[in-house]
């Protein structure tokens, strides 16, 4: 056990300390090592290599702290995600795609970071991976700030509603009541970047349209954001329906989890094929989010992974079932 010292400014120190020791106590939880702060000195005891990696991430939060970065414990996990891929953590930190009264959209990982990119930067993108790792959060907000400096002239936010099928006409009220159940977490997302009266306002010029993916056929969407959510949910004919819709002066971008696809078994995933048919097309881009990408409750990432290791074992004695068996040294081989 190896136990080092590091003297801090006392402005960092003080923000290394946080309310009631949060941060100190995240950060203990994501290095292999114990950490004491006592005044302005931080201690670290440990292994030698897990001392030498704690100091690497104390001296980034040190730095974004002077360069006036307010640390909390989400900030912990950005910095160990951008140097586990060797990028440089106030590069993720200082993109802030959305900024409202107090709040600020930025990245989270250093795929959220290649999300926010390839969204300024191409005409269509995908976003997939599990749930929580801000697809959609971030797809609106890259939304809201193209609707606020006038880049386009309306949001039209979609989903299949899968679940609805031919049941969606038996319920009660207009289009909008209709709809509500299955496009709420857009709706959740759209309240979090802009006042309610802001929104309903949107919503009634028609600046902000929301509707269930059958509705989008046969239109042309010029100068629109269009978000489709749930895509794993899309059939291959309805991803093809959906972004044969693109206008001029329009981009889209596409979120899904291809753990989660709720079609009728047997029924293929438009997700999933069209990252097969399209990955190499220029100004579409692809980014595919992972566990360590979930920024929900920490329980959220353990949940995601336990599924994922699941499912791999599924497949495996599923490949295993399917091996053929030898013929020729049993009874079961017999002619009868």
């Given at each position: ?11 960092v120190?003080a ?7 949060v ?22 005891e440990?292994?030698d290599?897990?001392?030498d990696a ?19 414990p989400g900030t912990?996990?950005?910095?160990e995600?951008?140097l586990d ?27 959220q970071?290649?999300?926010v ?6 005409t ?11 697809k ?9 700030q193209?609707l ?42 759209l309240?979090?970047?802009l006042?309610?009266?802001r ?14 993916l ?41 979120t ?17 094929e ?12 692809f ?10 409750h920490?329980?959220v ?19 295993s ?16």
């Amino acid at each position: 056990m190896t136990r080092t010292t590091i003297e801090l400014e006392n402005d960092v120190a003080a923000e290394l300390a946080g309310t009631q020791d949060v941060v100190l106590k995240t950060l203990e939880d994501h290095l292999d090592c114990r950490v004491h702060l006592r005044g302005n000195v931080l201690t670290l005891e440990g292994d030698d290599v897990d001392i030498d990696a704690a100091r690497v991430v104390v001296d980034e939060l040190a730095g974004l702290i002077e360069h006036g970065h307010e640390i909390a414990p989400g900030t912990i996990q950005v910095v160990e995600s951008a140097l586990d891929h060797h990028k440089d953590p106030a590069a993720v930190l200082e993109d802030v795609v959305w900024r409202h009264r107090d709040k600020k959209v930025a990245p989270k990982t250093v795929n959220q970071k290649e999300y926010v990119d390839a969204i300024r930067s191409k005409t269509v993108t995908f976003g997939v991976g599990p749930a929580g790792t801000g697809k959609t959060y971030l797809a609106i907000a890259m939304a809201a700030q193209a609707l606020s400096t006038r880049r386009v002239s309306r949001i039209i936010l979609t989903r299949p509603a899968v679940e609805a099928g031919e049941r969606l006409g038996f319920l009660p009220g207009d289009l909008m009541a209709k709809v509500d159940p299955y496009m709420r977490p857009l709706f959740d997302a759209l309240y979090d970047m802009l006042e309610p009266e802001r929104v309903n306002e949107f919503l009634e010029s028609g600046a902000i349209e929301v509707a269930p993916l059958a509705f989008l056929r046969g239109r042309t969407l010029n100068d629109s954001f269009v978000i489709l959510d749930e895509a794993q949910n899309t059939t291959p004919e309805q991803m093809k329906m959906f972004l044969t819709r693109l206008g001029f002066g329009s981009q889209i971008v596409v979120t899904g989890d291809v753990t989660q696809i709720d079609l009728p078994r047997g029924e293929r995933s438009g997700l999933i094929e069209v990252g097969q048919i399209l990955d190499d097309i220029d100004d579409i881009g692809f980014v595919r989010f992972d566990d360590t990408d979930v920024v929900r409750h920490k329980l959220v990432q353990h949940i995601v992974s336990a599924y994922a290791e699941h499912a791999e074992l599924l497949e495996q004695q599923r490949q295993s079932r399917k091996k053929p068996r030898r013929r020729g040294t049993g009874d079961d081989d017999q002619d009868v």
